[in-house]
């Protein structure tokens, strides 16, 4: 069964990452898009530059708390080893 979670983990570990990532890209789209039409090509650019930091940035906050929770996840496992009882 450890095998399975473990291939499990690594498989949302790599989507967490493609996330960050897809963010990055559709904040940039975004901001490209809003800033063109709202001030012309020079507009879209720093729209472009903002809309994709902006992304970025989200994106790398919902991968932190993925990472957070995994964390947690993995020292939950390890105190519950500590402190059960041998088996007798």
């Keep these: 069964m450890e095998g399975f979670r473990g291939f499990i983990i690594r498989t949302a570990e790599v989507f967490v990452l493609v996330l960050v990532v897809v ?24 729209g472009l530059i ?15 708390y993925f990472f957070l929770f995994l964390e ?9 080893r500590y402190y059960e009882p041998p088996p007798q």
């Design 23 to 46: 963010a990055a890209f559709m904040g940039a789209v975004s901001g490209w898009s809003s800033g063109a039409m709202a001030a012309g090509a020079f507009g879209g650019l720093i």
């Design 50 to 64: 903002i809309g994709g930091a902006i992304g970025f940035v989200l994106g790398c906050v919902g991968a932190a």
């Design 72 to 80: 947690i996840a993995e020292n939950t496992r390890v105190m519950r």
